[in-house]
């Protein structure tokens, strides 16, 4: 009987999005299992492929082509995660096997070369095994493998004998370290070491009275047995220590993290703590919405939770918005749990994710912390899942997969029988309106730890401050509000909200501004790095000194960017040590956590920055807020423009006052009366809920409509406007009464990269067939493979623009 494997190839086209059948040669039979990648031939090439499902075939055809080699000695993804990767592209109109790479750390990618290792554990004496490593440790991993050969490698993989690793083509593998193996008692009998060599003593006898096991690095051997790491060394080279290869962990959060006990929880804190391990304990996968204003002791409560799903011998997930913006989050589960924790995020190199990742598919690492695609952590046995800042637009990813994390989320509860907890002091409606229905359960924290109050806040009206402002972007009020907190040393945060604002080159005689020449939109200046740079594309320009068009010199730049605002305020308070936090100072790795550290060590007293300073930050030194432009947000031609500003204000504000001074906020605004600031000021968050809902009711967007959005793209704008119409009218017949199609319209920035998009906005209740009725539009179309047409769907998008 022959045995057929469904492989998913790696081409991300609409027409090879299936599995195809190949034949598993005899004698891999036993090897090749569903999860792993395959090399297969197709049509005249050789492709990499995922196996999906394994089928035993009586009448076999003859007509199949054989699975050419095996790439993994272990299943790249287990059942779970296949089974959700396929799940994933049906909702998210995604390709299957960009849903399956996507679940894949980078370095299992294509672009890295795959090295085969052989540990300690390795036997000596096989012959094949010496042929193929020689004296290596580690070698490429080899192309051409008998079946045989494959197996053995299965059978070693197991035995924890080798491994496979991955490394960038010529870059460096900076993660060994050269040690020592611990000495055997009969090797350090027979050792003889000269009175004078004092040292060479000193460590003889600690190793006699007290030997280690394994091995260890200079470093470590040396602190161990209180001599220098060149005795260590000596003692190498006498032969009575032997050499040792260490594999380091790469993982930056390594270093010393004091470790920290549980708290003793408030009332508040306590029954919601006692809701959500009742659940764990049940094994109910239900979702619970933790509605906690800031400060009011969440992450208590998360780590309390955690710590009852590990006592039951399970794991737990925790999804941060963005950890190189939230590393306090990270170093307090950090602190809790220690080496137990493993981390995900874009911060770290594709070495160290590969490292993460393979301790946690190893079970090694108990609880994972991470950004959006963590959702997808090789974990088993899921007792938790936690998403901190529910409300979030960063949990929803731009590109395909177009997936959330929170329904990711959701759906891998279901499958692990574990509860969800959203906790936000600004959930999205969409959960709040889930809440309201009792399709989550809502668990409040409405008070501050220790009763601290909310700090108060002042909304000053920007028309108003008009003649007396001190200069544009500075009304006296948070002038002198700045200058108080510098008299008394204590520090300011202050926020420049930059969403859709910056600033521009312009030429003050003829009006040119300096302009993409890929995309419909105006180049930004960048003072520090002396250029002009597209946020869209990419494009790079030097800032010219003349106008290209009239030649003058009158070349201004006009829009507030963090770097204008640190000018003026220099020149305010020149005595101010000012930190700057935006895209531009943060760009090096560890950027952020630097910054933060230095403003947390008390090096400044002003912390500058964009949106990003407003997350998650818990320093109990800061008195002071200030919002320089609080309604930029407000004037986006999108329906979540005032819940992404009131949420941005409420977020900001509770940074205010978190230690034993009390704290003031200050909100510029030429909106003083928008319900979004009014709201916002006071910490409402019900009342800002149960106003928008009306709005979003009237307007027919979510949570009472879902929405789907397609954007069709073509390099001509003629190619793309037909296109567009063609889908819009072939879509239209599919739909029921009650759904409604806005567009097709020019997006907002219609050209990018010398592409030309239009949009067609899809709001509905409910459409059975949409799905599948998309997906026979776009994959039964000559037309838009024939004119370079790309469509891409995104469902509830978080950016319509
Ligand atoms: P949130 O995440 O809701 O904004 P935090 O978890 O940051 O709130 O808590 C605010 C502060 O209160 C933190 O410094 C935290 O260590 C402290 N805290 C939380 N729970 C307790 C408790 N039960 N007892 C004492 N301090 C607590
Ligand atoms: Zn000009
Ligand atoms: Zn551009």
New binding site residues.
């Given amino acids: 009987m022959t045995q057929v494997a469904q492989v998913v190839v790696d081409v991300a086209t609409r027409q090879t999005d299936q599995p195809y059948d190949y034949a598993i040669p005899d004698d891999l039979v036993s090897v090749v299992t569903p999860g792993m990648r395959v090399v297969v031939p197709f049509g005249r090439r050789r492709l990499q492929g995922f196996v999906v499902g394994i089928q035993d075939h009586a009448a076999f055809d003859g007509k199949l082509k054989p699975i050419q080699q095996v790439m993994d000695l272990e299943p790249a993804l287990d059942h779970e995660l296949l089974a959700l990767s396929k799940w994933v592209a049906n909702t998210t109109f995604a390709f299957w096997i960009t849903t399956m790479q996507t679940m894949l750390p980078a370095a299992m990618r294509a672009k890295y070369a795959r090295l085969l290792v052989r540990t300690d554990q390795f036997p000596a004496d096989d012959a094949w095994g010496r042929q193929l490593f020689g004296r290596s440790q580690t070698i490429p991993y080899p192309e051409d493998l008998t079946a045989a050969q494959t197996k053995q490698l299965r059978q070693w993989a197991d035995q924890d004998a080798v491994r496979v690793e991955y490394k960038v083509k010529n870059q460096a593998r900076a993660k060994t370290r050269k040690g020592v193996h611990a000495p055997t008692a009969a090797v350090l009998a027979q050792v003889t070491v000269p009175n004078r060599a004092k040292a060479q003593q000193k460590l003889l006898t600690g190793l006699q009275q007290a030997p280690f096991a394994g091995t260890l690095t200079y470093a470590q051997a040396a602190q161990h047995y209180d001599v220098s790491e060149a005795t260590i060394h000596t003692a190498e080279e006498a032969g009575w220590l032997q050499p040792a290869t260490l594999t380091i962990r790469r993982n930056p959060l390594d270093a010393q993290t004091e470790r920290d006990a549980p708290k003793s929880l408030t009332p508040d804190q306590t029954a919601a703590t006692d809701q959500f391990v009742t659940a764990v304990t049940n094994k109910q996968a239900h979702t619970f919405l933790l509605e906690g204003v800031t400060g009011s002791g969440k992450t208590e409560v998360y780590l309390q939770t955690i710590q009852a799903a590990l006592d039951q011998g399970r794991t737990a997930l925790m999804l941060v918005p963005e950890i190189a913006l939230t590393p306090q989050m990270v170093h307090r589960v950090y602190a809790r749990f220690g080496t137990a924790v493993a981390v995900l995020h874009s911060g770290l190199s594709d070495g160290e994710k590969y490292d993460e990742w393979r301790r946690i598919q190893h079970q090694q690492a108990k609880i994972v912390v991470g950004a959006r695609s963590a959702v997808f952590a090789p974990l088993t046995n899921i007792g938790v899942i936690i998403i901190d800042e529910e409300h979030e637009s960063s949990y929803k990813q731009d590109d395909s997969p177009r997936y959330h994390a929170r329904n990711v989320a959701l759906h891998r509860a279901k499958t692990f029988h574990c509860p969800v907890i959203l906790g936000s002091a600004t959930p999205s409606l969409e959960s709040r309106a889930r809440a309201e229905k009792g399709v989550y359960t809502l668990v409040r924290l409405p008070e501050r730890i220790n009763e601290r109050p909310l700090p108060p806040v002042h909304i000053i009206d920007m028309r108003q401050a008009g003649g007396a402002r001190v200069t544009p972007d500075f009304s006296p009020e948070l002038l002198s509000a700045l200058e108080n907190t510098l008299a008394k040393h204590e520090q300011s945060v202050l926020m420049l909200n930059r969403r859709g604002y910056s600033a521009q080159a312009m030429c003050r005689n003829c009006g040119w501004i300096a302009k993409?020449?890929?995309?419909d939109?105006s180049?930004t200046v960048h003072l520090a790095a002396h250029k002009l740079v597209?946020h869209?594309?990419?494009?790079e320009a030097p800032i010219p000194t003349r106008c290209p068009v009239c030649h003058s010199d009158k070349i201004r730049f006009f829009g507030t960017g963090t770097e204008k605002i640190e000018d003026q305020l220099q020149k305010l308070l020149p005595t101010a040590r000012i930190l700057r936090m935006d895209a531009d100072s943060t760009r090096k790795k560890g950027g952020h956590a630097r910054i933060l550290k230095a403003f947390g060590s008390g090096q400044a007293d002003i912390l500058l920055g964009t949106q990003m300073i407003a997350k998650g930050l818990d320093f109990p030194t800061v008195t002071l807020v200030g919002v320089i432009n609080a309604d930029t947000a407000l004037g986006m031609p999108d329906f979540r423009a005032s819940e992404r500003t009131f949420q941005l204000l409420t977020q900001v504000a509770g940074r205010a006052g978190r230690g034993d001074k009390p704290g003031a906020v200050i909100i510029q605004t030429y909106n003083p009366d928008h319900y979004a600031i009014q709201l916002a000021s006071h910490q409402d968050y019900e009342s800002f809920f149960r106003r928008e809902m009306v709005v979003r009711h009237q307007g027919k967007y979510p949570p009472y409509y879902y929405t789907v959005l397609l954007t069709i793209s073509a390099p001509s704008e003629s190619v793309t406007a037909q296109e567009a119409y063609r889908i819009a009218g072939d879509l239209k017949p599919l739909l029921s009464k009650t759904a409604i199609v806005l567009g097709p319209t020019p997006r907002s920035i219609t050209r990018?990269?010398n592409r030309y998009y239009y949009q067609i906005l899809v709001k509905f209740k409910k459409e059975p067939a949409l799905g599948r009725g998309l997906h026979n539009l776009l994959t039964n179309s000559q037309s838009l493979a024939k004119n370079h047409v790309q469509v891409a769907i995104d469902f509830e998008p978080q950016q319509i623009m």
């Fill in positions: 993409c020449p890929n995309c939109i180049l597209c869209y594309c990419g494009h990018v990269n």
